[in-house]
């Protein structure tokens, strides 16, 4: 599988950016597709996540409220809508599959990761 993301840039405190993710390769079945970041000097922490068969959505509290993850089936395509956003999203973002994962918060659950792409929010 390969995940190619895009989207990220430079945005004010307060503002919005999408990003968006498109798998391409195997296909499964049941999978989630969804995001993880990491800050200079942080562990990767989970951002939300999308269940591709049923659409179940799982979002940190962190982020719960600001930002909403959809997903296009006919594009294999998610993404990460940021609203109302704060100098601490500041990360790369890192599109994650996960095959079968029942666990959206544990990032050794998810088998394929994209290249990740840089998101900057400014005071």
């Known amino acids: 599988v390969q995940l190619q993301a895009s989207g990220g840039g430079l945005v004010q405190a307060g503002g919005s950016l999408r990003l968006s993710c498109t798998a391409s390769?195997?296909?499964?079945?049941?999978?989630?597709m969804g995001w993880f970041r990491q800050a200079p000097g942080n562990e990767r922490e989970f951002v939300a996540a999308?269940?591709?068969?049923?659409?179940?959505?799982y979002y940190a509290d962190s982020v719960k409220g600001r930002f909403t993850i959809f997903r296009d089936n006919a594009k294999n395509t998610v993404y990460l809508q940021m609203d109302s956003m704060k100098p601490e999203d500041t990360a790369v973002y890192y599109c994650?599959?996960?095959?079968?994962?029942?666990?959206?918060?544990?990032?050794?659950?998810?088998?394929?990761w994209g290249q990740g792409t840089q998101v900057t929010v400014s005071s």
């Open positions: 390769g195997r296909t499964f079945s049941n999978y989630l």
């Open positions: 999308i269940r591709w068969s049923g659409g179940n959505t």
């Open positions: 994650v599959v996960g095959v079968g994962t029942t666990t959206p918060v544990d990032p050794r659950r998810y088998e394929y």
